[in-house]
């Protein structure tokens, strides 16, 4: 019998990037990850929990 079980997992990515001159760019990426699981513990109890996390970031680069 599995005591912790994986219900769902999730996890998405996106970011775009805008060329402020031909050298600098400006870049924006958002990292989502949600999980979702259940602990089965004795006489059919199940605790459910989980997890989101939310990450943002902004840079600028050059090129020389």
């Known amino acids: 019998m599995s005591f912790i079980q994986f219900k769902q997992d999730v996890n998405l990515s996106t ?7 031909e050298r600098i760019r400006l870049s924006f990426s ?3 990850d949600w999980s979702k699981i259940d602990v089965v513990l004795p006489q059919d109890l199940v605790i459910s929990s989980g997890s989101r996390d939310l ?3 902004l840079s600028i680069g050059a090129k020389f």
Request: hydrophobic share 30%.
């Open 55 to 57: 990450h943002q970031k």
């Open 30 to 32: 958002v990292d989502f």
């Open 15 to 21: 970011g775009l990037s805008y060329y402020l001159t």
